[in-house]
């Protein structure tokens, strides 16, 4: 590829976008090349896209999700700007502050996206994306089902899961899957934003909890607080998981439930990057109890 913020301006005046006048580096993204790119009037946009996109509805398919969390969650997101196969373009967000009452607002504001959305059934209407790997949501009425097959056991397949875990790793985890309805309690499928690691919680202009980056689907509410819990949130965020809980009704058992519910994301990662950052690891030491003993 010829320079990150070169092949951005290209992208953006290839989809007739030609004020913009400079495109610089922008952090936090894994799976894109993203930018802020500065417009002649002397405003800003954020704009990402793939070297080689993996598919032509990817940023198709993360719009709708913004949209969705949006109109139907009740939670801030971007302003989709523009939206076709090769670049995405959104209203820029604010850094988080570094405050508990910010945090207190996302407990209530994601409280609310979870339990105001509850559905009948597990999954969505479409796949998305999870990076750049496929999502898939075929609709199942069974939650374990689904969260066994599609967020699981689906990642089983990827080159680089097979080569992370060997032939043991593989068996724990379908013992693991087989066990599920044991190990989890039975929740209701709601609308969840599906990737709610703690860079993707932003602020808009004004200071309200935003969040970027989605692959929506209707599952487990305790899979985006899984998600939350386990990839360092700051410090002033412990105010979230204690407020969020109280206001959800979750049993004092949630914590241990976490390790599990993160092991689909822990199986995204391996696929996707080298290094894996210790995911493996944590894979192997969360499927330690489902080895059967020599």
């Known amino acids: 590829m010829t320079d ?6 290209q992208r953006l005046h290839a989809a007739g976008v030609t004020d913009v006048l400079a495109v610089e580096p922008a952090t936090g993204g894994l799976a894109a090349t993203a930018g802020l790119a500065r417009r002649g009037d002397g405003t800003s946009v954020f704009v990402k896209a793939f070297g080689e996109p993996p598919s032509g509805d990817a940023f198709a398919a993360e719009a709708e999700g913004l949209t969705v969390l949006r109109e139907a969650g ?18 820029v967000l604010q850094p988080r502050p570094g405050t508990g009452a910010f945090w207190e607002q996302l407990a209530h504001a994601l409280a609310h996206l979870h339990t105001t959305t509850r559905y009948p059934r597990f999954g969505w209407h479409r796949d998305n994306w999870l990076g750049r790997r496929r999502q898939v949501n075929t609709w199942d009425d069974d939650g374990f089902e689904f969260f066994a097959q599609h967020r699981l056991l689906r990642w089983l397949g990827e080159p680089r899961v097979e080569e992370a875990l060997d032939a043991a790793d593989r068996a724990a985890l379908e013992r693991l899957c087989d066990r599920l309805p044991e190990l989890l309690p039975v929740r209701p499928a709601c609308l969840t934003h599906g990737d709610l690691w703690a860079l993707n919680v932003m602020a808009t202009p004004d200071g309200r909890p935003a969040l970027i980056d989605p692959a929506v689907s209707y599952t487990w509410a305790e899979v985006d607080l ?21 206001l959800t009704g979750l049993d004092r058992d949630w914590r241990e439930r976490m390790p ?8 995204a990662v391996i696929a996707q990057f080298d290094p894996d950052w210790g995911a493996a690891d944590l894979v192997r030491a969360t499927l330690a109890p489902f080895r059967r003993q020599p």
Do not use: C, K, N
Not at 4 to 9: E, G, H, R, T
Not at 74 to 90: H, K, M, Q, Y
Not at 261 to 267: G, S
């Open 4 to 9: 990150p913020m070169s092949f951005l301006l």
């Open 74 to 91: 009740g939670i801030a997101t971007p302003e989709i700007i523009f939206a076709d196969r090769d670049l995405l373009v959104l209203s």
């Open 226 to 246: 899984a998600h939350l819990w386990t990839t360092a949130p700051p410090p002033e965020a412990h105010v979230f998981f204690e407020l969020y809980a109280e």
């Open 260 to 267: 599990i519910l993160q092991l689909r994301q822990h199986l």
